[in-house]
C-alpha cells in the first residue's frame, strides 16, 4: 500500500490503539494518535490488558518509565496481541542503561514485535554493538546503524525504524530512508515515543513495513510544516499537532520525501 492510502484508510477507519507509554509520553502520544486520525487508548493495568488488546487495532509497548508491575502488563498485553493476530510495535526506550532495562527488552524481544522503533543508540545496541548512547539521548548517525537494524530485522522476522534526521526502515529485505522533518524536535519530550505510537495506528490498517513508512513520512512533513511557523520547542508542538491534523492524503503523496532502497 501507498503512504497516502494508509493515511486515507485511518483515516476512514479510526483505528483504536492501545498504546502502553511512559508517564512522559502520555499526554502527546495520545494526541498525536487523535491528530492523524485515530483512536488512543493509554490503558496499562495488567488486570485488563488482556481483555483490552483483542479489541485493539495495535498495541504499541514503551519502556520509558518502567516499573514492576507495568513490566507485567507489557508481557502480557504482548502475549494477546501475537495469539490474536495483533500487530504490535516495541520501543526499546534506553534499554542499554541498566541491567534491569536490557532484561526487559530481551525478554519483549523474545515475544514477537511487529515493528521495532528506536533510535539509533537502541537499534544498534539491541543488535550487540557497542554505542555512545548516554540515556534516552543518540550518541551516534541513523546511517550507522542502518546495518545493525537490517540484521535485526532479519534475525526477528520483523520491521526495524531507526529514526533521526534521516530515518531507516528495513523488514530486513526491502529498505527506505525517509526525510523531512525539523531540528527543533529532538528538543521537544517524548517526541519519538508519541512517533511510536503513531506507528500502532498505522500498523492497524496496512501491512507493517508500508505501515511503517507511511507513518514515519507522515510525522516528517508535519514536522517540516510546523518549522515554518514555530519561534521555538514550545510553539514547534502546538504547530506539528495542528500540521498533523491538517495533512491528507494528497498532501502526503505530494510532499513525502521517501528514497526506496
Same mark, same amino acid.
Given at each position: 500500500m501507498k503512504p497516502d492510502e494508509i493515511l486515507a484508510a485511518v483515516h476512514t477507519q479510526s483505528p483504536l490503539v492501545q498504546c502502553i507509554t511512559n508517564y512522559v509520553a502520555m499526554n502527546i502520544a495520545a494526541n498525536v494518535v487523535l491528530a492523524v486520525g485515530a483512536s488512543p487508548a493509554m490503558v496499562h493495568a495488567e488486570a485488563e490488558v488482556a481483555d483490552f488488546v483483542p479489541i485493539? +487495532? =495495535?498495541l504499541t509497548i514503551n519502556i520509558g518509565t518502567l516499573s514492576p508491575s507495568w513490566v507485567g502488563a507489557m508481557q502480557k498485553a504482548a502475549d494477546t496481541a501475537v495469539a490474536s493476530g495483533i500487530a504490535w510495535v516495541l520501543d526499546p @526506550? =534506553?534499554?542499554f542503561a541498566t541491567p534491569y532495562r536490557r532484561g526487559v527488552v530481551q525478554d519483549l524481544l523474545a515475544r514477537k514485535p511487529t515493528i521495532i522503533r528506536g533510535n539509533a543508540s537502541e537499534i544498534l545496541a539491541l543488535n550487540g554493538a557497542a554505542t555512545a548512547g548516554k540515556g534516552a539521548d543518540s550518541g551516534d548517525s541513523v546511517t550507522d546503524a542502518? +546495518? =545493525?537494524a537490517t540484521a535485526l530485522a532479519l534475525a526477528q522476522g520483523c520491521v526495524v525504524a531507526v529514526t533521526g534526521? @534521516?530515518?531507516f526502515v528495513t523488514d530486513g529485505i526491502r529498505c527506505a530512508r525517509v526525510s523531512g522533518g525539523s531540528d527543533i524536535m529532538p528538543k521537544i519530550t517524548a517526541m519519538g515515543c508519541s512517533l511510536t505510537a503513531m506507528t500502532g495506528a498505522f500498523a492497524a490498517v496496512a501491512p507493517p513495513f508500508d505501515a511503517t513508512v507511511a507513518a514515519?513520512?507522515?510525522f516528517a512533513v508535519a514536522g517540516t510544516r510546523a518549522a515554518k511557523t514555530a519561534h521555538g520547542p +514550545?510553539?514547534?508542538q502546538v504547530a506539528f499537532l495542528d500540521a498533523l491534523a491538517q495533512?491528507?492524503? =494528497?498532501?502526503l503523496a505530494q510532499d513525502a520525501n521517501i528514497q526506496w532502497l
Open positions: 485493539s +487495532g =495495535a @526506550v =534506553a534499554h542502518e +546495518g =545493525a534526521e @534521516v530515518d514515519l513520512s507522515t +514550545g510553539s514547534f495533512i491528507t492524503p =494528497a498532501d
